[in-house]
């Protein structure tokens, strides 16, 4: 979530990377990928399906400054940042095969939020079922 928002992408693209890491570890251990690595991976690829694209470097640059809050940022022509981008591009790959290259996402709150639906609580007030879906 925090690495999403310092990305400035939207929570739609944000959700999309969660489904994509649930997915991705039904078929992967959590020992042999990286937890951050693979978030870092998932944000990226759902930041370019959902059409929000953001640079490698910026990612890299915002999933480290996230892991090491006190350490100075990584430069592009460190051999740190390297490493890193060659993982994640890798992982990319990976997370793309895994997911069968099925990366659209129809996430059900989208259909929620487009309803004009509304209902009537036991008070008698009537309510948005956007509104009521959000706080379920």
């Known amino acids: 979530q925090d690495m999403g928002q310092r990305l400035s992408v939207s929570q739609l693209a944000i ?3 969660i ?8 078929f992967h ?3 042999k990928f990286h937890k951050y690595q ?3 991976c998932a944000l990226f690829l759902a930041a370019k399906v959902e059409e929000q694209p953001r640079k490698l470097e910026h990612v890299i640059r915002v999933a480290h400054a996230c ?3 006190d350490s100075p940022p990584l430069k592009p022509d460190s ?3 390297q490493d890193q981008a060659r ?30 639906l509304t209902r009537v609580t036991k008070d008698g007030n009537v309510k948005d079922l956007a509104q009521t879906a959000y706080f379920m």
């Not at 489904?19 to 039904?26: E, P, Q, T």
């Not at 992982?91 to 793309?96: H, R």
């Not at 895994?98 to 929620?112: E, M, W, Y």
């Open 15 to 17: 959700n999309t990377a």
């Open 19 to 26: 489904v994509y890491m649930h997915r991705f570890y039904i």
């Open 29 to 31: 251990s959590l020992e």
């Open 38 to 40: 693979i978030a870092a």
């Open 67 to 69: 892991l090491n809050r």
């Open 79 to 81: 051999q740190e940042y």
């Open 87 to 116: 993982v994640l591009v890798h992982n990319e790959i990976i997370m793309l095969q895994t997911l069968g290259f099925d990366i659209q996402v129809d996430h059900p709150h989208t259909h929620i939020l487009g309803s004009p």
